[in-house]
């Protein structure tokens, strides 16, 4: 009797998908162990990573950095394929904050005496509620803005004993406590903005920032608690040359061919938590989970590694679907509701040669004529606010950032979070364009920038918003917009850790069904299904080092289990 080899089929070709076929492949096919298969329900393959190009530019429709680069295992494979250096433009991001001109609605270049305080502010809570900030450092040598940090956490300790703690209510204290501290000064030629007015409002600039790193919608909704265990690594944050599809093509070139199946989406997994199988070496005597896709095929296999979105299994247990059958434990469907999954959109914008090429021709003309679009910081009136400009659409109202994609680029970026970015998917071209453009001339219409001056700086004294002039618009000739939010292979960006749920939670997404029998006989065939992702690693989640890392968990772990029974022994 010819024996079976184990068959382990990965749900997903993104970075946790491919990571694990890696793994897998690279280390049994000497051995030639396992059948090992990936499929994927769409026509490509990388997940939540998707390289484009846009006005003749690289751009990422979807992961785009790579957060610390010391330690990093993206940052290593990028360096090992040569990826971090690229004769074709990128979206590289090289203009820096420091550079930033920040400008309130109706026209008002803010100067740095309001906005550097509240943006010190608001960095060094949010370093505090990441553990790298403590009270006792506070109250030493690092300044008075610190001070206010560890007073506003004095204040959040009060409601410490409450596992409802938010990080938006705690940035608010932070606020509130800075803002008694002090008082307020009157600021001129910033029209109708009182100072208190100004201070909120930049601190709401840095807050929808923070929705764009998260995902959340509403900072009220992001955990306190969890904050201090989300880890990342040190140095800077770089973007990836040659694109971040790079690396997975990278983790797909080892696979043979035809081992990755594009357009096989799967549309339920039946497996057997419970029936009595006859197990030897740790192997059942028929494979224990089918497989059933669209097309009406089925599969079966030994193992499952599921590697979908979190947006994915919410959906999947909201709406009921027989995507597991039986359906997943309490546990796991408990943990898969209580944890956050948000929606963050990029648009891209192309600017009329006006303002684009035209501009970067003029530059040439003078050494000292501006540097391009700048990169620009919009605060913005409140929505319920009468002062505010009624030409700006609402989706446009949480967009702290428009900035070119690298200096001098006439592509422009904006990021957009929540309900916004989903309402932004059901827009057209053309209102997406006449929304941003109305928006940005509001805020540069009396800026310099635009008549190829190298000064920003805005007059004092009231401004009528509502006159923008023609000439001076802003406008923008195409748009390109990611959709993740209604895209039903993704449903969403990446998670986070919701008021309600804990690490805890993100351990549990991570444990394979049924459980690792540790090499001891079980009445069950072993890890049927495990989970892998961005969404099951406690400390890096929402990144795709998360996804790395849990890819290579779960091929480790069936690795160690088939090493355990003395099939994988050399």
Not at 230 to 248: C, H, N, V
Request: aromatic letters at 8%; a negative charge; charged letters at 20%.
């Amino acid at each position: 009797m010819v024996v079976k080899k184990p068959r382990i089929v990965i749900i997903g070709a993104g970075m946790a998908g491919l990571t694990a076929a890696n793994k897998l492949y690279t280390a049994t096919a000497s051995k030639d162990l396992f059948e090992l298969c990936v499929v994927e329900g769409g026509s490509r393959i990388g997940g939540r990573i998707n390289t484009s190009e846009f006005g003749g530019d690289r751009i990422e429709m979807g992961a785009t950095w790579i957060h610390g680069i010391g330690g990093s295992p993206i940052h290593k494979i990028a360096q090992e394929i040569n990826s971090l250096h690229s004769d074709q433009p990128w979206e590289c991001m090289d203009g820096s904050t420091d550079e930033a001109i920040t400008i309130a609605e109706g026209g008002f270049q803010l100067h740095p005496s309001i906005v550097d305080p509240i943006t010190k502010l608001f960095n060094n809570l949010m370093d505090y509620s990441q553990g790298k900030l403590t009270e006792a450092t506070a109250k030493g040598e690092l300044g008075s803005y610190h001070k206010l940090a560890a007073l506003a956490a004095k204040v959040a300790s009060n409601l410490s004993g409450s596992k409802n703690l938010s990080i938006g209510s705690f940035l608010r204290q932070g606020l509130e406590a800075y803002q008694v501290s002090k008082e307020q000064e009157e600021v001129k030629g910033c029209g109708n903005w009182s100072r208190k007015l100004l201070e909120e409002a930049v601190f709401a600039m840095h807050e929808s920032n923070q929705r764009t790193y998260t995902s959340a919608d509403d900072l009220l909704t992001l955990d306190y608690s969890a904050e201090s265990e989300y880890r990342m690594f040190p140095g800077e944050e770089i973007t990836i040359a040659k694109g971040y599809l790079s690396i997975i093509e990278s983790l797909a070139s080892v696979l043979p061919p035809g081992l990755v199946q594009l357009g096989r989406k799967v549309t339920r997994i039946e497996w057997q938590p419970d029936e009595r199988k006859s197990v030897e070496n740790g192997r059942c005597s028929s494979r224990p989970v089918k497989l059933h896709f669209c097309d009406g095929s089925v599969m079966s296999a030994d193992h499952v590694i599921v590697t979908v979105s979190l947006g994915v299994l919410k959906a999947a247990i909201r709406d009921d679907s027989d995507l597991f059958c039986p359906p997943l434990p309490p546990s796991k469907t408990e943990a898969i509701s209580r944890l956050g999954f948000g929606v963050v959109n990029k648009v891209f914008m192309q600017l009329s040669p006006t303002h684009g090429e035209g501009k970067r021709e003029r530059q040439h003309e003078n050494e000292h004529s501006n540097k391009g679009f700048p990169f620009l910081q919009m605060v913005f009136h409140s929505p319920q606010s009468e002062m505010r400009h009624k030409k700006i659409p609402w989706w446009m109202r949480k967009t702290a950032t428009v900035f070119p994609i690298y200096n001098n680029s006439s592509v422009l970026l904006s990021w957009f979070v929540g309900e916004e970015a989903l309402a932004l998917e059901s827009l057209k071209d053309e209102e997406i364009i006449n929304g941003v453009s109305s928006t940005v001339s509001c805020f540069l219409q009396h800026s310099q920038w635009q008549k190829g001056s190298s000064s920003h700086k805005l007059p004092n004294g009231n401004v009528n918003s509502e006159e923008i002039s023609h000439q001076n618009e802003v406008k923008f000739s195409k748009v390109l917009k990611s959709k993740w939010g209604t895209d039903p292979l993704f449903l969403g960006s990446y998670s986070y850790v919701a008021v309600g749920s804990s690490g805890d939670d993100l351990d549990t997404m991570a444990q394979p069904l049924p459980k690792d029998s540790s090499c001891q006989p079980s009445a069950s065939c072993p890890l049927q299904v495990l989970f892998a992702g961005e969404a099951t690693h406690r400390t890096h989640y929402s990144t795709t080092h998360g996804a790395y890392f849990s890819g290579l968990r779960e091929a480790n772990r069936l690795l160690q289990h088939y090493h355990c029974v003395g099939i994988y022994n050399n």
